[in-house]
């Protein structure tokens, strides 16, 4: 497992933010401008911009140019590696839970009467 990765330490970075996290849901629905991602926030536009050069910086969204419009898209694939780190620790949490449960299920046994 890598310890150091300036790609997650990026991405980590960016999904820390509530405002981004809210920019990739919305992403996630499809492209959208930076004022149709302004509308829902009481942000202005150079604050937005920010957000979204971090969201860009970590790869996690990408530009796009139609005619004048520039819309923003989710590369979903950038969140693979993330995804593969957490799963890593689920994974030995899920077993110290089943573990758990078999120990627990041992001491609720009835007890024996005599």
């Given amino acids: ?3 150091e990765s300036p790609h997650l ?3 980590f970075a960016a999904l820390s933010d509530p405002t981004r996290r809210a920019i990739l849901a919305r992403l996630s629905l499809g492209e959208a401008t930076v004022s ?3 509308r829902p926030f009481a942000l202005s536009q150079p604050t937005i911009s920010k957000h979204l050069k971090v969201l ?3 790869g996690l969204i990408e530009g ?3 005619a004048q419009r520039r819309p923003r898209r989710l590369r979903a694939e950038a969140m693979k590696d993330a995804s593969d780190w ?3 620790f689920r994974d030995q949490w899920e077993r110290r839970f089943d573990n ?3 120990h627990l299920a041992t001491t609720r046994a009835p007890k024996k009467e005599k």
């Fill in 9 to 11: 330490d990026a991405t």
């Fill in 36 to 38: 149709e991602l302004m």
């Fill in 1 to 3: 497992m890598a310890i």
């Fill in 64 to 66: 796009g140019r139609d």
């Fill in 100 to 102: 758990l449960d078999r």
């Fill in 86 to 88: 957490i799963d890593r």
């Fill in 56 to 58: 860009e910086h970590a």
